[in-house]
Protein backbone atom coordinates (compact mmCIF):
# COMPACT_ATOMS: atom_id res chain seq x y z
CA UNK A 1 0.00 0.00 0.00
CA UNK A 2 3.03 2.38 0.81
CA UNK A 3 4.66 1.67 -2.27
CA UNK A 4 1.70 2.29 -4.15
CA UNK A 5 1.00 5.34 -2.29
CA UNK A 6 4.11 6.54 -2.96
CA UNK A 7 4.07 5.94 -6.60
CA UNK A 8 0.95 7.92 -7.38
CA UNK A 9 2.84 10.96 -5.19
CA UNK A 10 5.55 10.26 -7.46
CA UNK A 11 2.95 10.47 -10.27
CA UNK A 12 1.33 13.54 -9.05
CA UNK A 13 4.42 15.74 -8.68
CA UNK A 14 5.02 14.46 -12.60
CA UNK A 15 2.26 15.53 -14.03
CA UNK A 16 2.31 19.45 -13.84
CA UNK A 17 6.15 19.06 -14.90
CA UNK A 18 5.06 16.94 -17.69
CA UNK A 19 2.69 19.58 -18.57
CA UNK A 20 4.91 22.25 -18.43
CA UNK A 21 7.12 21.19 -21.20
CA UNK A 22 4.00 21.72 -23.33
CA UNK A 23 4.23 25.32 -23.33
CA UNK A 24 2.56 27.71 -25.95
CA UNK A 25 5.35 30.24 -26.78
CA UNK A 26 2.57 32.97 -26.99
CA UNK A 27 -0.79 33.04 -25.35
CA UNK A 28 -2.43 34.96 -28.32
CA UNK A 29 -4.16 32.17 -30.38
CA UNK A 30 -1.52 31.31 -33.13
CA UNK A 31 -0.90 28.33 -35.86
CA UNK A 32 1.37 26.64 -38.88
CA UNK A 33 4.84 28.02 -37.43
CA UNK A 34 7.33 28.78 -39.71
CA UNK A 35 10.40 29.00 -37.38
CA UNK A 36 13.93 30.57 -37.95
CA UNK A 37 17.32 31.37 -36.61
CA UNK A 38 17.86 34.58 -38.30
CA UNK A 39 20.40 37.39 -37.29
CA UNK A 40 20.99 36.14 -33.74
CA UNK A 41 17.53 35.49 -32.45
CA UNK A 42 14.84 32.95 -33.08
CA UNK A 43 11.81 34.16 -35.38
CA UNK A 44 8.37 31.94 -35.90
CA UNK A 45 5.93 33.31 -38.13
CA UNK A 46 2.41 32.06 -38.06
CA UNK A 47 -1.42 31.95 -39.00
CA UNK A 48 -3.37 34.86 -36.43
CA UNK A 49 -5.80 32.70 -35.15
CA UNK A 50 -6.84 34.79 -32.58
CA UNK A 51 -8.03 37.31 -35.30
CA UNK A 52 -10.22 35.20 -37.55
CA UNK A 53 -13.97 34.72 -36.17
CA UNK A 54 -13.59 31.87 -34.32
CA UNK A 55 -15.39 29.63 -36.83
CA UNK A 56 -13.28 29.62 -39.77
CA UNK A 57 -9.42 30.44 -40.47
CA UNK A 58 -10.70 33.81 -42.01
CA UNK A 59 -7.76 35.76 -40.52
CA UNK A 60 -5.95 38.23 -42.94
CA UNK A 61 -2.79 38.87 -41.20
CA UNK A 62 0.44 36.73 -40.40
CA UNK A 63 2.04 37.29 -36.81
CA UNK A 64 5.22 36.86 -35.98
CA UNK A 65 6.92 36.26 -32.69
CA UNK A 66 11.19 36.65 -31.82
CA UNK A 67 13.10 34.87 -29.10
CA UNK A 68 16.63 35.02 -27.87
CA UNK A 69 16.50 31.95 -26.10
CA UNK A 70 13.43 30.21 -26.99
CA UNK A 71 12.01 30.20 -23.72
CA UNK A 72 10.76 34.30 -23.81
CA UNK A 73 8.78 34.98 -26.45
CA UNK A 74 7.84 38.67 -27.99
CA UNK A 75 5.27 39.63 -30.17
CA UNK A 76 6.42 41.54 -33.16
CA UNK A 77 2.85 42.17 -34.26
CA UNK A 78 1.86 41.51 -37.84
CA UNK A 79 4.48 42.03 -40.26
CA UNK A 80 2.41 41.28 -43.58
CA UNK A 81 -1.19 41.45 -44.25
CA UNK A 82 -2.97 40.32 -47.29
CA UNK A 83 -3.47 43.91 -48.55
CA UNK A 84 0.62 44.08 -49.48
CA UNK A 85 -1.16 42.10 -52.66
CA UNK A 86 -2.74 44.33 -54.98
CA UNK A 87 -3.51 41.50 -56.87
CA UNK A 88 -5.24 39.82 -53.91
CA UNK A 89 -9.19 40.50 -52.45
CA UNK A 90 -8.51 42.29 -48.78
CA UNK A 91 -11.40 39.99 -47.50
CA UNK A 92 -8.97 36.66 -48.43
CA UNK A 93 -8.01 34.54 -45.97
CA UNK A 94 -4.09 34.33 -44.53
CA UNK A 95 -3.20 30.76 -44.03
CA UNK A 96 0.71 28.95 -43.26
CA UNK A 97 3.07 31.38 -43.85
CA UNK A 98 7.21 30.45 -44.77
CA UNK A 99 9.86 32.58 -44.87
CA UNK A 100 13.17 32.15 -46.50
CA UNK A 101 16.73 34.04 -46.49
CA UNK A 102 18.85 34.36 -49.47
CA UNK A 103 21.10 36.82 -51.38
CA UNK A 104 20.70 39.12 -48.40
CA UNK A 105 16.83 39.53 -48.39
CA UNK A 106 13.85 37.72 -46.48
CA UNK A 107 11.19 35.91 -49.06
CA UNK A 108 7.72 35.80 -47.17
CA UNK A 109 5.41 33.14 -48.95
CA UNK A 110 2.05 34.27 -48.42
CA UNK A 111 -0.75 31.75 -49.25
CA UNK A 112 -4.16 33.62 -49.86
CA UNK A 113 -7.46 32.69 -50.47
CA UNK A 114 -6.77 28.97 -50.81
CA UNK A 115 -6.15 29.22 -54.11
CA UNK A 116 -2.60 31.65 -54.85
CA UNK A 117 0.71 31.71 -52.95
CA UNK A 118 2.27 35.48 -52.96
CA UNK A 119 5.69 35.87 -52.47
CA UNK A 120 6.47 39.30 -50.24
CA UNK A 121 10.28 40.48 -49.77
CA UNK A 122 11.79 42.64 -47.09
CA UNK A 123 15.01 43.63 -45.82
CA UNK A 124 14.72 43.05 -42.00
CA UNK A 125 13.05 39.67 -40.94
CA UNK A 126 10.36 41.70 -39.19
CA UNK A 127 9.71 43.38 -42.54
CA UNK A 128 8.63 45.71 -43.96
CA UNK A 129 7.62 43.33 -46.73
CA UNK A 130 6.58 44.31 -50.19
CA UNK A 131 4.92 42.43 -53.06
CA UNK A 132 8.05 40.96 -54.71
CA UNK A 133 6.25 40.39 -57.81
CA UNK A 134 2.63 42.05 -59.64
CA UNK A 135 1.15 39.06 -59.09
CA UNK A 136 0.84 35.70 -57.24
CA UNK A 137 3.96 32.91 -57.61
CA UNK A 138 1.21 30.15 -57.59
CA UNK A 139 -2.00 30.95 -59.57
CA UNK A 140 -4.59 27.98 -58.96
CA UNK A 141 -6.08 29.58 -62.09
CA UNK A 142 -3.03 30.18 -63.89
CA UNK A 143 -0.58 27.47 -63.16
CA UNK A 144 -0.63 23.69 -63.71
CA UNK A 145 -0.78 20.66 -61.87
CA UNK A 146 -1.23 23.06 -58.45
CA UNK A 147 -3.72 20.59 -56.71
CA UNK A 148 -7.10 21.38 -55.21
CA UNK A 149 -5.51 23.95 -53.22
CA UNK A 150 -2.32 25.60 -53.11
CA UNK A 151 -1.70 26.25 -49.76
CA UNK A 152 1.08 26.06 -47.22
CA UNK A 153 4.28 26.63 -48.64
CA UNK A 154 7.59 25.57 -47.87
CA UNK A 155 10.89 26.61 -48.96
CA UNK A 156 14.09 24.39 -48.98
CA UNK A 157 17.30 25.56 -49.80
CA UNK A 158 19.79 22.73 -50.82
CA UNK A 159 23.32 23.17 -50.61
CA UNK A 160 24.05 23.25 -53.83
CA UNK A 161 22.11 26.60 -54.01
CA UNK A 162 19.02 24.94 -55.34
CA UNK A 163 15.86 26.65 -54.28
CA UNK A 164 12.41 24.18 -53.82
CA UNK A 165 9.05 25.42 -53.32
CA UNK A 166 6.67 22.81 -51.64
CA UNK A 167 3.11 23.28 -51.26
CA UNK A 168 -0.56 21.45 -51.99
CA UNK A 169 -3.45 19.15 -49.66
CA UNK A 170 -4.12 15.73 -51.04
CA UNK A 171 -1.15 15.56 -53.19
CA UNK A 172 1.90 16.98 -52.04
CA UNK A 173 3.58 19.83 -55.29
CA UNK A 174 7.30 20.47 -55.84
CA UNK A 175 8.55 23.28 -57.68
CA UNK A 176 12.54 24.00 -58.22
CA UNK A 177 12.72 27.83 -57.61
CA UNK A 178 15.27 30.40 -59.17
CA UNK A 179 17.51 32.12 -57.64
CA UNK A 180 15.90 35.35 -57.64
CA UNK A 181 13.25 32.96 -54.99
CA UNK A 182 10.43 34.68 -56.81
CA UNK A 183 9.97 32.88 -60.15
CA UNK A 184 9.24 29.33 -60.62
CA UNK A 185 11.45 27.68 -62.50
CA UNK A 186 10.26 24.29 -64.23
CA UNK A 187 7.02 22.49 -63.73
CA UNK A 188 5.25 21.67 -60.72
CA UNK A 189 5.27 17.89 -59.69
CA UNK A 190 3.94 16.13 -57.33
CA UNK A 191 6.02 14.13 -55.01
CA UNK A 192 5.93 10.38 -54.43
CA UNK A 193 5.69 8.71 -51.35
CA UNK A 194 5.95 4.93 -51.44
CA UNK A 195 5.38 2.48 -48.68
CA UNK A 196 2.22 4.04 -46.44
CA UNK A 197 1.27 1.34 -44.15
CA UNK A 198 -1.17 -1.18 -45.61
CA UNK A 199 -3.13 -1.59 -42.47
CA UNK A 200 -3.98 2.06 -42.35
CA UNK A 201 -6.07 3.88 -44.93
CA UNK A 202 -5.57 6.97 -42.69
CA UNK A 203 -1.64 7.17 -43.52
CA UNK A 204 -1.40 9.18 -46.66
CA UNK A 205 -0.79 12.76 -47.26
CA UNK A 206 -2.89 15.69 -46.22
CA UNK A 207 -1.28 18.91 -45.82
CA UNK A 208 2.02 20.64 -44.41
CA UNK A 209 4.43 19.94 -46.48
CA UNK A 210 8.09 20.42 -45.09
CA UNK A 211 11.59 19.62 -46.20
CA UNK A 212 14.75 19.05 -44.76
CA UNK A 213 18.01 17.42 -44.64
CA UNK A 214 19.96 15.95 -42.37
CA UNK A 215 23.35 13.53 -42.83
CA UNK A 216 22.67 13.27 -46.82
CA UNK A 217 18.80 11.99 -46.20
CA UNK A 218 16.13 14.54 -47.41
CA UNK A 219 13.26 14.32 -44.61
CA UNK A 220 9.78 15.31 -46.09
CA UNK A 221 7.24 15.63 -43.32
CA UNK A 222 3.42 16.46 -43.43
CA UNK A 223 0.11 15.51 -41.78
CA UNK A 224 -1.91 12.90 -42.94
CA UNK A 225 -5.26 15.15 -42.77
CA UNK A 226 -8.12 16.24 -40.59
CA UNK A 227 -7.53 15.45 -38.28
CA UNK A 228 -3.79 14.09 -38.56
CA UNK A 229 -1.20 12.61 -37.64
CA UNK A 230 2.63 14.92 -38.52
CA UNK A 231 4.68 11.45 -40.38
CA UNK A 232 7.48 11.64 -42.33
CA UNK A 233 9.51 10.03 -45.53
CA UNK A 234 13.07 9.92 -46.89
CA UNK A 235 14.39 10.05 -49.51
CA UNK A 236 18.22 10.29 -51.06
CA UNK A 237 17.15 13.58 -53.25
CA UNK A 238 14.74 16.53 -53.00
CA UNK A 239 12.72 15.58 -55.68
CA UNK A 240 12.10 11.50 -54.47
CA UNK A 241 10.67 9.31 -54.60
CA UNK A 242 9.88 9.06 -51.04
CA UNK A 243 10.11 6.29 -48.85
CA UNK A 244 7.45 6.10 -45.70
CA UNK A 245 9.14 6.23 -42.31
CA UNK A 246 6.96 6.71 -39.52
CA UNK A 247 5.09 8.74 -37.44
CA UNK A 248 6.84 11.98 -35.66
CA UNK A 249 3.43 13.64 -33.86
CA UNK A 250 0.02 11.75 -33.35
CA UNK A 251 -2.80 12.80 -33.38
CA UNK A 252 -3.86 15.99 -31.62
CA UNK A 253 -7.74 17.19 -30.02
CA UNK A 254 -8.30 19.63 -33.28
CA UNK A 255 -8.76 19.12 -36.94
CA UNK A 256 -5.55 19.96 -37.71
CA UNK A 257 -1.78 19.57 -37.57
CA UNK A 258 0.93 21.55 -39.19
CA UNK A 259 4.81 20.89 -38.28
CA UNK A 260 7.69 22.56 -39.09
CA UNK A 261 11.57 21.43 -38.64
CA UNK A 262 14.31 24.21 -36.94
CA UNK A 263 17.91 22.80 -37.05
CA UNK A 264 20.20 25.64 -35.19
CA UNK A 265 23.68 25.17 -33.37
CA UNK A 266 23.63 21.23 -33.82
CA UNK A 267 20.14 20.75 -32.72
CA UNK A 268 16.75 20.27 -33.77
CA UNK A 269 13.34 20.90 -32.89
CA UNK A 270 9.90 20.46 -34.14
CA UNK A 271 7.54 22.98 -34.04
CA UNK A 272 3.89 22.67 -34.44
CA UNK A 273 0.45 23.74 -33.20
CA UNK A 274 -1.81 22.33 -30.66
CA UNK A 275 -4.50 23.16 -28.39
CA UNK A 276 -2.70 24.41 -25.11
CA UNK A 277 -4.64 27.89 -24.24
CA UNK A 278 -7.84 28.32 -22.47
CA UNK A 279 -11.07 28.73 -24.68
CA UNK A 280 -8.51 27.02 -27.27
CA UNK A 281 -10.03 24.57 -30.40
CA UNK A 282 -9.55 23.85 -33.62
CA UNK A 283 -9.72 27.60 -35.08
CA UNK A 284 -8.43 29.08 -31.56
CA UNK A 285 -4.83 26.88 -32.24
CA UNK A 286 -1.71 27.60 -29.98
CA UNK A 287 2.20 27.13 -31.01
CA UNK A 288 4.81 25.04 -29.03
CA UNK A 289 7.74 23.44 -29.88
CA UNK A 290 9.86 19.71 -28.80
CA UNK A 291 13.10 18.20 -29.22
CA UNK A 292 13.12 16.22 -32.01
CA UNK A 293 15.69 13.29 -32.32
CA UNK A 294 17.10 10.88 -34.51
CA UNK A 295 18.07 7.50 -33.89
CA UNK A 296 21.40 5.98 -35.03
CA UNK A 297 19.71 4.66 -38.33
CA UNK A 298 18.48 8.13 -39.23
CA UNK A 299 14.92 7.58 -37.92
CA UNK A 300 13.15 10.32 -36.05
CA UNK A 301 11.73 9.62 -32.55
CA UNK A 302 8.20 10.02 -32.18
CA UNK A 303 7.71 13.23 -30.27
CA UNK A 304 5.58 12.45 -27.30
CA UNK A 305 2.70 14.93 -26.22
CA UNK A 306 3.14 15.04 -22.72
CA UNK A 307 -0.27 17.25 -21.41
CA UNK A 308 -1.82 13.55 -22.91
CA UNK A 309 0.08 10.94 -22.28
CA UNK A 310 0.37 11.56 -18.26
CA UNK A 311 -3.60 12.47 -18.35
CA UNK A 312 -5.01 9.87 -15.42
O1 LIG B 1 -4.39 27.67 -40.77
C1 LIG B 1 -5.16 27.31 -41.87
C2 LIG B 1 -4.84 25.92 -42.34
O2 LIG B 1 -5.00 24.98 -41.29
C3 LIG B 1 -3.42 25.68 -42.81
O3 LIG B 1 -3.16 26.16 -44.09
C4 LIG B 1 -3.31 24.22 -42.69
O4 LIG B 1 -2.02 23.73 -42.74
C5 LIG B 1 -4.01 23.97 -41.38
O5 LIG B 1 -3.12 24.09 -40.31
Not at 43 to 56: C, I, L, R
Not at 208 to 222: D, I, T, V
Request: charged share 20%.
Amino acid sequence: MKIVKAFVCAAMLLIPLAAAAQTPITSRFSADPSPHFFAGQFYVYATDDASNSGKYWDSTAWRLYTSKDMKTWVDKGAPLDVTVFKWAKPEAKAWAPEVAFRHGKYFFYAPIGGDKIGVAVGNQPEGPFRDARTDALIDKARDPNVGDEPIDPAVFLDKDGQAYLLFGTRVPKIVKLKSDMVTLDGPIRNLTINGFPRDDPKKMYGEAPFLHKRGGLYYFSFSTGWPGQIVYATATTPLGPYQYRGVILGYLPISTNHQAVLEHAGKSWLFYHDNLLPGGGSHRRSITYAPLRYNRDGAIEKVTRQTVEVEP
